[in-house]
């Protein structure tokens, strides 16, 4: 037992040196030639392992043989490349250059050089220019051929070494003075003994020097608004050579209404003349005759232009251009209505309405005893509140009236004088609509000034001056929006006043009226409360209605809504119908069914954007006939 007590100290020991070894067992003995072969033989075994080893090394040599090669390949065509490069490209280039006058005459025959330089010792075959031509570009030779209104193509020759090879381009030039008008060209090659196609790229640019075209114009300096007016425009060609399809255009300004036209357009409405062909020395004239009305001292612009017209692309190519600019001419006596400030635009039905009426005498004289008077409509305006400053309404003239007994200044005006007259007055409302006829209303104020004590070197002359101005009124877009649960298309059910915890249904009507215009895309919004559930429209006669079950809104839509509807039509309704469940906190509380009710939409006549809000609806159902107060608030 000491000695197994000793081992095991020693096996367990910190400081043990070593794991101990197991002893090795000795193999058996072969005896002298047992199991060796007495001759050498191939085994199938390491014949299998040679023939692998074998195709193996084949492999490698091949792709070794192969990589060797695509080297070799890329080593020689680069060394080839470079040796042509050196020996064929290298002492020179190829040169492209567009040759011509820097300045021309506009519609005239010009004549470019496109010039190709070899400075190469290879010849240069397949070649091609192309020309991209600017807007004012016309080819002689109707048989060029080209690509498109803008392009040409060219073939070249093949150009020897050394050599030069020049095409030359005849071209009209159409376009203004001091327009800069650029020609690009592209040259397409092959150097012999090369697969691959180069090109060379220039660019020439010429400027319109000169343009062959005079364009006059004849028309009054000034003339009164209202008066015929005569403009006679002329042109004249100074070009050596014919200029091909030339048209005038001339355009109207507002306020002149053409009466005649000689010769008359040849295509209509555009107020385009077509001249045609215009041989050297030609000369056209066109006159027009028309009134023109405007303000006093307003210039009107007749802008005119000569040149090259594409109708299909109603587009121009200008070659000379002017303006007639006649002047509307001051009256003797003048006078100008506004009405807060402008001249046009809209008023709203019960607007109150403050407007002047600026007067001047235009005489190199004074003159006495003037009178203004500005007539209104009676039948827009709510006469119990006209109010003109320092005048008064004359009955008789329907018209407000300032004359040298109300407004001192009236009296005398010296020469160049002028004032303001001041006036305010409500627009109606409602407007007079008693028949369907009866929309689309326009305030017109006409304002009148004359003297009755004229200068004697005036007896007889019109001093008189009218001035006129009108305004839109616009419709009304009324909202009227109520909840009720007696008055219903179908029965609401639930507890009335509404109970905690226990829904009650109830009915949403939504009621549209306009005014005397037509309104189009008209739409209700609204959004349930919280509690409230969507049951579905129960009625609508006009339009439809939707329910946003994501966001909570209904949308009532109506794409027309017609003048006096509301008035001499229905008004336009839509019922729907929601539950209301209230909760433990409105107990005693009057809670929201919808709110954030608007409606919106758009004056088909004034343009204008046109809106209507109404009250959160309730559980108050004050406008439900049947109902009482005891039934609106909520119980437990």
Known sequence: MARLEDIRRKLYAKDFPEQPRLPRETPPRRLAGEGVEREWRETEESKTLLERSSLAEL???????????????????????????????????????????????????????????????????????????????????????????????????????????????????????????????????????????????????????????????????????????????????????????????????????????????????????????????????????????????????????????????????????????????????????????????????????????????????????LSVVLAIPEALVALESVRPERGFYDVSRRALAWNPASEPRLRELAPGEEGTLAFSFQVKDPLPIRSFTDKNFVLGLTAVIDSLSPPPEYRGALLRYEDRVAFKLASRLALAARSAFYDSPSPNSGPLPPKVREATSYSVWLQLASGANDLRDVEVRGELAGGVEWKGPLRTDLGEASFNPASREFVWRIRELRAATGVLRPQATAVMQVAFTPADNQTGTVPNLIKHVSASGRDSFTGGDLRDTVRDLTTELRDDPRSNFNEWRVVE
């Open 59 to 369: 492999r490698e040599r091949r792709i070794s043989r192969r990589l060797l090669v695509a080297i070799l390949s890329l080593v020689f065509l680069g060394a080839a490349g470079f040796v042509g490069y050196t020996l064929y490209l290298a002492p020179g280039e190829v040169a492209l250059s567009v040759l011509g006058l820097e300045e021309v005459t506009a519609g005239e025959v010009v004549t470019f050089m496109v010039q190709i330089e070899n400075g190469t010792r290879v010849a240069l075959r397949e070649g091609l220019i192309t020309l991209a031509l600017p807007a004012g570009a016309m080819a002689t030779d109707p048989e060029d051929p080209v690509l498109g209104p803008l392009r040409r193509r060219i073939p070249v020759a093949d150009v020897p070494p050394g050599g030069k090879h020049i095409e030359e381009v005849r071209l009209r030039l159409f376009g203004s003075s001091g327009e800069r008008q650029t020609i690009s060209a592209t040259y397409r090659y092959r150097p012999e003994n090369i697969q691959s196609e180069l090109l060379r790229t220039a660019e020439f640019t010429a400027a319109i020097g000169r343009v062959p075209v005079v364009l006059s114009i004849e028309a009054p300096e000034r003339v009164g608004s209202g008066q015929e007016v005569a403009i006679a425009v002329a042109v004249d060609s100074e070009a050596s050579v014919a200029l091909p399809d030339l048209a005038l255009g001339i355009e109207f300004p507002p306020g002149f209404t053409l009466t005649a036209a000689d010769p008359p357009s040849a295509t209509g409405t555009e107020r385009i003349w077509l001249l045609g062909p215009f041989e050297p020395g030609a000369a056209r004239k066109v006159t027009l005759r028309g009134k023109l009305s405007g303000e006093p001292e307003e210039a009107k612009l007749f802008p005119i232009r000569v040149g090259r017209y594409d109708a299909a692309a109603k587009a121009w190519l200008v070659l000379a251009e002017g303006a007639a600019a006649p002047q509307i001419a001051s009256p003797f006596l003048f006078v100008r209505t506004t009405v807060g400030g402008a001249r046009e635009g809209t008023l709203n039905p019960g607007e109150r309405v403050s407007g002047s009426v600026f007067f001047r005498n235009s005489l190199p004289q004074k003159i006495e005893n």
